[in-house]
């Protein structure tokens, strides 16, 4: 008879790996009635936590009650002027203390509390392995992006310590990269542009040698999506297990604006405006919660909407003031940035907003298709929908995200695969300017009925939920997972 078995899961700090994190935790339960979960909410120091305290909220008064959390006290370490990588490595390092001491209490409760079976990690959290070792459990990990990402980390290491090659080098290369994990020749420059830089690299290829001490890695993705890339993972020496679970999703949208913020009267506006559209004929352009443009672009996307003639539904976020670590944040007043004139002449075909229900417009009938800066939560949301996406990537591995779409999968339109740059690039440094003829033919591309990349991206929508059925794809490894737990 199995014996009750709890898991500690440690999400790195911020909506996107929260929500799928918590999301797989309650797939685990609803699966396994002897799980019980304990997830440790890590608060950024660096942006706004009120996003997060009110899923929270949301989940602890309608989710299992085999799923508890724990707020971890905020470290006193002073984050300012600190690179991403360096800010992700020291944010970590600080909750240790914190990771131990809730661990033990977990562990010395009651005598009838369910064994310590091990900690799920974030991808980010690798230091992590060793608090876990200190109690004598195995770590899991959850990859919360793609099999492609994590098999070419796995690569980069490889070639790194085996061949000693600097993996920044890379990037001078005048011809395509031959990677397992990619069928088609790979453009030096559409690699992750954090491991372009020494910091980036060095740490990215820390994270995937420790990867292999895990003793499992589940991945938010699904078989039939990245077959190939899956199956490459066996060409990179001894890795752990791996477990493709996904698309995991939070599917429902009511909690993703508290009810009576501004947040909730914004959806209610946005979503009543798609409800007087077509189907299909609205354009969605939504580029993620750091993603910003300065005025020059901003002026190119507004002139290929115009230019287009489809409806438009605008994401429009004001950046972050230079060198400063942190979202963007809405414009007060948007006219101030776009072109003179421009909401009074597109007031009938196009609104302009500021943040975006994202799951809630991409479920919508009226949405046809998607401007995305190629986040994987954002693909996998409008894979589950059907709603093909045209690429425009921005910073981390978004660039190889857009690359395996276009040139891999051909789930989406190409506007551009090398966009981009890091989070902490320079002004000086994130100058390349996308015309508003590119951005034209990329959304006419996208918006056209009846295209080869709509059907196919209507099949893989199919396919997306399948999988998660008994019987599908994702289900068994899900099962296999659980299994492993309780060996």
């Not at 008064?61 to 360096?86: C, E, G, M």
């Not at 003793?215 to 993705?221: A, C, E, P, R, S």
Request: aromatic residues 10%.
């Amino acid at each position: 008879m199995k014996k009750p078995a709890e898991l500690v899961f440690i999400p790195f700090a911020g909506i996107s790996h929260l929500v799928s994190t918590v999301e797989v935790a309650k797939l685990l339960v609803s699966r396994d009635d002897h799980l019980f979960i304990t997830v440790l909410i890590m608060k950024s120091p660096l942006h706004s936590n009120l996003e997060t305290d009110a899923y929270i909220e949301s989940i602890k008064t309608s989710s299992q009650k085999r799923i508890k959390f724990i707020n971890l006290p905020k470290p006193n370490v002073d984050f300012t002027n600190i690179t991403v990588n360096a800010f992700r490595k020291a944010f970590i390092e600080s909750h240790k203390p914190y990771v131990r001491e809730a661990v033990t209490e977990l562990a010395e409760s009651t005598e009838s509390a369910p064994r310590l079976a091990g900690f799920v990690i974030d991808m980010f959290c690798t230091t992590l392995i060793d608090v876990a070792n200190e109690f004598g459990v195995p770590t899991y990990m959850f990859f919360t992006s793609n099999a492609g990402f994590l098999g070419l980390l796995f690569h980069l290491q490889t070639i790194h310590d085996e061949h000693d090659v600097e993996i920044t080098e890379l990037k001078n290369l005048e011809t395509e990269l031959v990677l397992p994990t990619f069928v088609n020749p790979f453009p030096p420059g559409a690699l992750p542009s954090v491991l372009m830089e020494k910091e980036g690299a060095a740490t990215f290829v820390n994270y995937a040698r420790r990867y292999r001490e895990t003793k499992g890695i589940l991945v938010n993705t699904f078989s039939e999506l990245e077959s190939h890339a899956l199956r490459s993972l066996s060409s990179y020496g001894e890795i752990p297990p791996v477990y493709p679970v996904g698309s995991i999703l939070k599917l429902k949208t009511e909690d993703d604006a508290p009810e009576g913020s501004d947040q909730a009267r914004q959806k209610t506006d946005i979503i009543e405006w798609l409800d007087g559209q077509l189907p299909s004929s609205v354009v969605f352009l939504c580029f993620g919660s750091m993603g910003s443009f300065d005025e020059d672009q901003v002026k190119e996307i507004a002139c290929a909407l115009e230019q287009s003639g489809h409806r438009f539904l605008w994401s429009l976020r004001c950046p972050p003031p230079k060198g400063k670590l942190a979202d963007p944040s809405d414009y007060t007043d948007p006219a101030g940035v776009l072109p003179d004139g421009f909401l009074e002449r597109t007031a009938r075909i196009g609104k302009v907003i500021g943040w975006a229900p994202q799951m809630a417009v991409l479920a919508h009938p009226a949405v046809g298709g998607f401007v995305s800066h190629c986040g994987w939560n954002s693909i996998l949301e409008s894979l589950w929908f059907g709603v093909p996406i045209a690429t425009w990537p921005m910073y981390s591995e978004q660039q190889m995200n857009a690359f395996q779409m276009v040139n891999e999968l051909g789930l989406a339109v190409k506007i551009s695969v090398e966009y981009g740059g890091s989070v902490n690039s320079t002004a000086e440094e994130k100058q390349m300017l996308l015309s508003a003829e590119e951005i034209v033919r990329g959304i006419r591309e996208l918006m056209e009925p009846g295209s080869d990349i709509r059907k196919r991206v209507k099949h893989m929508s199919e396919m997306s939920k399948t999988t998660l059925l008994d019987g599908g794809s994702s289900y068994s490894s899900l099962g296999r997972f659980i299994d492993q737990i309780f060996l």
